[in-house]
């Protein structure tokens, strides 16, 4: 099984700054089967990223993915109010698929 | 538009079964390449992938709980069935179902709003 290590637990940032978020995984993601998911209080998860790098339908340019093999990021190039969340990566390369941990975005 | 639901009891007790359904509308699991998953999450905690079918019936499960779960489909009532045997009350959590939009990937476009189930004497 694969294991998905996201760092770090919380990010304290202001409105506008950026956001880099890491997901790390024990053994190699084979297609780059890695998805990034935001979550708020309350709600279900929402699917931004695919692909390591495609946005989903409807999600903002300041969202993008990168990374191959065990070291994936999302970068949020300026935080919008509505951005302040919880992140899940989860690979979907091999089964069974798995989650990270989660990353919080919190208001500096 | 695609939409999921959950339903099912918001509480069961310990060594008990739990069967919950998700009804789904806007697309169809007799379509080639059309999956749906279970995920769970306890409260405060992350998620957890938990099984899966496929439009061709084929099932995946998760490799820690995959002899205490059973996923089935209702192509004709658009439901899928998840259930989960011997309940303790570690397996509280929100249970939500997902839809893949394709077999050959496993990334979840659409979610449900989820399903709370406390395990509780």
């Known amino acids: 099984e694969i294991v998905l290590t996201q760092s770090p637990a919380t990010l304290s940032l202001s409105p506008g700054e950026r956001a880099t978020l890491s997901c790390g995984a024990s053994q190699s993601v084979s297609s780059s089967y890695l998805a990034w998911y935001q979550q708020k209080p309350g709600l279900a998860p929402r699917l931004l990223i695919y692909?390591?790098?495609s946005r989903a339908t409807g999600i903002p340019d300041r969202f993008s993915g990168s990374g191959s093999g065990t070291d994936f990021t999302l970068t949020i190039s300026r935080l919008e109010p509505e951005d302040f969340a919880v992140y899940y990566c989860q690979q979907y390369g091999s089964s069974p698929w798995t989650f990270g941990q989660g990353t919080k975005v919190e208001i500096k | 538009q695609v939409t999921l639901r959950e339903s099912g009891p918001a509480l069961v007790k310990p060594t008990q079964t739990l069967t919950l359904t998700c009804t789904f509308s806007?697309?169809?699991?007799?379509?080639?390449?059309?999956?749906v998953s279970w995920i769970r999450q306890p409260p405060g905690k992350a998620l957890e992938w938990l099984a899966r079918?496929?439009?061709?019936?084929?099932?995946y499960y998760s490799t820690s709980l995959k002899t205490r779960l059973t996923i089935s489909k209702d192509t004709s009532k658009n439901q899928v069935v998840l259930t989960m045997t011997n309940m303790d009350p570690v397996d509280t959590a929100t249970y939500y179902c997902a839809r893949i939009g394709s077999c050959m990937t496993g990334y979840f476009d659409y979610w449900g709003q989820g399903t709370l189930v406390t395990v509780s004497s």
């Open positions: 806007g697309f169809s699991l007799s379509t080639s390449g059309m999956c």
């Open positions: 079918i496929d439009w061709d019936d084929d099932k």
């Open positions: 692909d390591a790098s």
